[in-house]
């Protein structure tokens, strides 16, 4: 077995997708406040004079919140707090006035549920939308959040923060034509309301797209009390495979097996997820780009509702949905 050496790591030129730079002064409005990561993405903005993104601050948000949802209900207060108190960032009473006092919008709830409805909400005032893992907790909500984008000329991205963490942006700048598969693996715990693998699984999910592109066929998964398996075969045949893990302290991994031989990634390299996270979404938004391909965002989510019809049939085969028309 073949491992890709170091030189194949060496930083490569932003994919044509990618501006330059990004516009400044820029204002960040958040829609749900019941996440730490709307903590993680103050501190990374507000709090210092050495941001690596001068010029762009969160200034407003919403709090939201889900009564059903322990994770929300329970959290929202402080985190909005924490947001008022220590970052300066004023609290609106509805996702409208966010949006109109915004230049790109952040929704950030934490209950995938809502997410539909919220974008709903503020899509009239045609600013680019980041929506935060999962993007939705179905297809078809998924699908129309793209459609309803894409009907008043607005770009709408969504992914896990896996998907720009360490060393796979640049294992991807040079295209990904000879991976032939890959495997993923990570922490997958479940939340009540987020249905299988809405809640850790997109985040395995989501770097299996990012690795092999759209164009899978068919999962099965297979769950037990510890341990969930999903193993998905796209159109082409190639295979890959997620192992989401309960029973273990683990941290994300991803082994990519490429054609001259098999390439391990390490997932915490260089610049934090959040600063990976908001460079590529300031370079692309604001021009009206997502990030990440539509076709993408969207096989996320169907394999997952896929992959949870499996794990119900104990690893029975379940074919990948696409949005109607399509």
């Known amino acids: 077995m073949t491992i890709l050496g170091e030189n194949s790591m060496k930083p490569q030129p932003l994919p044509a997708i990618f501006g330059e730079s990004y516009p400044s002064p820029l204002r960040i409005g958040l829609i749900g406040l019941d996440t730490s990561h709307v903590v993680s993405l103050a501190r990374l903005l507000n709090s210092s004079a050495a941001s690596p ?25 402080g985190f909005t707090s924490e947001l008022r108190e220590h970052y300066g960032v004023s609290i609106l ?3 409208e006035a966010v949006a109109d006092d ?9 209950d995938g549920r809502v997410h539909l409805e919220q974008f709903r909400r ?5 600013k680019p939308v980041f929506i935060d893992k999962p993007f939705a907790t179905s297809l078809a909500d998924a699908c129309a959040i793209v459609s309803l984008a894409d009907s008043v000329g607005t770009a709408v991205a969504s992914c896990s923060l896996l998907r720009f963490a360490g060393e796979l942006p640049v294992a991807l700048t040079g295209g990904r034509e000879d991976i032939a598969g890959c495997d993923a693996y990570g922490p997958m715990s479940e939340q ?20 092999m592109g759209s164009g899978c066929r068919e999962v099965r998964c297979v769950r037990t009390e510890g341990h969930d398996l999903l193993t998905a075969v796209w ?22 097996h490429r054609r001259a031989g098999t390439q391990p990634l390490d997932l915490y390299a260089g610049k934090s997820w959040e600063e990976a996270l908001v460079d590529a979404l300031l370079r692309t938004l604001p021009r009206k780009r997502s990030p990440v391909p539509p076709a ?29 028309g399509s």
């Open 53 to 77: 993104f001068p010029g762009v601050r969160i200034t407003v948000g919403w709090p939201g919140g889900s009564d059903d949802f322990v994770l929300s209900r329970e959290r929202v207060e």
């Open 93 to 95: 009473d509805s996702p």
């Open 102 to 110: 915004s230049d790109l919008l952040f929704i950030t709830s934490v």
């Open 122 to 126: 503020i899509v009239a005032r045609r």
């Open 192 to 211: 009540p309301t987020q249905p299988g693998l809405f809640w850790y699984g997109c985040h395995g999910v989501e770097m299996l797209v990012a690795a």
């Open 235 to 256: 159109g082409d045949g190639r295979v890959a495979s997620y192992h989401g893990l309960r029973d273990v302290t683990a941290k994300f991994g991803l082994v990519l």
């Open 296 to 324: 993408e965002m969207l096989e996320v989510v169907a394999i997952m509702e896929a992959a949870n019809r499996s794990r119900e049939r104990r690893g029975a085969p379940e074919a990948v949905a696409a949005c109607p």
